[in-house]
Every structure is written in structure tokens, then in C-alpha cells.
């Protein structure tokens, strides 16, 4: 079965710090991977996602990530964090497992940004 | 933009009690997904829909879950007898259709406490 690690519980960051957060997962075959955010107050949303093609992905309000096959890992990085980054962020991995597809989650990193 | 509905927002019970709750998935959307979400950790799936038909149930504790999409648009989940292990966020979740690997679409949950 598959899973995901996401090894940071919760990371504090002043304004403008840069962000790296982990995350690795385990499954052999084919997977497609997502960052999921959820603000405080609000439902879960999609930061962005990597099914194929370029392993680097860039999503909403400049975040990215990076695919690294050989180290099954999907890290999410933002050079320049603000306030509103405060949140929690959720990597999650979709294999195909007897002919359907499954997301599996993370157990999340809260992020808390300083002013 | 078309959003994930669901209802409650919030539900306390006692334990032994009955509770529902119900979900409206984007429309359109063939796939219908259950999560619980307990605090701390990322949200496990419970149970998946193609249109009306249970796809994946292996994760719902049937003794006591059950979930329904009879015309294959909307659901509901319940809980019979409630324990105060089930205190958790219930997420309700839709897409296009897995086998093309859509982006999940996640509502607002309910947030079950279990007294």
C-alpha cells in the first residue's frame, strides 16, 4: 500500500524567510502527487500538482515543487514566504490501485509565519 | 466558482446517537469521495462513488457507517450508533472521474464531536 511522509509536524518561519517543506512517499509504480493547503477557517485547496512532464511544478501564490523520482520525494519550497502563508499543508499521492485511484495524505505541516 | 457543499457545518451528539451528513458535489462531478479527518492528521479516505455505485468501501467500519448516492448526485453519510471515537472532521469530496486522474475538489467538512 502506499504512503506519504511528511517528516515537518510544524515549522515557524519569520516574513520573507524561504520554505522547503517534505515530503516522500512510498509505491512502486506510477503516481501523481499533489500539495493541498487548508488556511485557517477554510476548506482544503489545491496548491498544485504533478502528473507528468516537467518534474518541477509551480503553483498558486509562487509555490512550487520538485519531483525527485529516484528519491520519491514531491518537496514544497517558496522563496519568499508572507503572513498569509500561515496555514496547513497537506502532500498527498494518487496511485492506481486495481484499476482505480486512491489519494493518500500526509499527516500535514502546520506552518506559522511571524510578522 | 462551483463549489463542494456540505451540511452540517458543525455536530455535537452524544454518544449512542444517530448522525448524518450531506454532501453536494460539484456538478457534473461523476466521482464522490468520504473522508474523516482526525485532528492532527490528514484526511483518510471512507469511502469512494462513481456515480451511484460504491467503488472503494474498504476503509468505512460498516458495523456502524453507511453511506448512500441513490440518483448519483448528492450523498449522505451516516453514523448509527455514534461513538466518541468518530469525533473528527468529515470531509466530502468530488471530481470529473478518476480514471483521468481529476483533481479532488474538497468542501468545507463537518466537524463531528462525539460527547
Known amino acids: 500500500a502506499q504512503s506519504v511522509s511528511q517528516h515537518n509536524h510544524h515549522v515557524i518561519l519569520s516574513e520573507a524567510a524561504s520554505l522547503e517543506l517534505g515530503c516522500n512517499y512510498s509505491?512502486?509504480?506510477?503516481?501523481?502527487l499533489f500539495w493541498y493547503v487548508q488556511y485557517p477557517g477554510q476548506h482544503l485547496q489545491l496548491l498544485l500538482k504533478?502528473?507528468?512532464?516537467?518534474?518541477l511544478v509551480k503553483g498558486i501564490k509562487g509555490f512550487e515543487a520538485e519531483f525527485i523520482k529516484s528519491k520519491f520525494s514531491f518537496n514544497l519550497r517558496k522563496p519568499s514566504v508572507q503572513w498569509s502563508d500561515t496555514a496547513e499543508y497537506f502532500c498527498?499521492?494518487?496511485?492506481?490501485?486495481?484499476?482505480?485511484?486512491?489519494?493518500?495524505f500526509g499527516t500535514g505541516t502546520r506552518l506559522t509565519i511571524i510578522p | 466558482e462551483a463549489e463542494v457543499a456540505q451540511s452540517p457545518r458543525y455536530k455535537i451528539t452524544e454518544k449512542s446517537q444517530a448522525v448524518a451528513f450531506w454532501c453536494d458535489p460539484i456538478?457534473?462531478?461523476?466521482?464522490l469521495y468520504w473522508y474523516r479527518q482526525i485532528l492532527g492528521q490528514g484526511p483518510e479516505l471512507l469511502v469512494q462513488f462513481q456515480d451511484e455505485s460504491v467503488v472503494d468501501d474498504s476503509q468505512l467500519p460498516k458495523d456502524r457507517f453507511s453511506a448512500e448516492r441513490l440518483k448519483g448526485v448528492d450523498s449522505t453519510l451516516k453514523i448509527q450508533p455514534a461513538e466518541l471515537g468518530d469525533s473528527a472532521m468529515y470531509l466530502c469530496?468530488?471530481?470529473?472521474?478518476?480514471?483521468?486522474?481529476?483533481?479532488?475538489?474538497f468542501g468545507p467538512g463537518t466537524r463531528l464531536t462525539v460527547l
Open positions: 498527498a499521492v494518487n496511485a492506481k490501485l486495481r484499476g482505480n485511484e486512491k489519494l493518500t
Open positions: 469530496a468530488s471530481s470529473l472521474d478518476p480514471l483521468r486522474t481529476d483533481t479532488q475538489y
Open positions: 509505491y512502486g509504480g506510477t503516481v501523481n
Open positions: 504533478y502528473f507528468s512532464g516537467d518534474p
Open positions: 456538478s457534473g462531478h461523476a466521482t
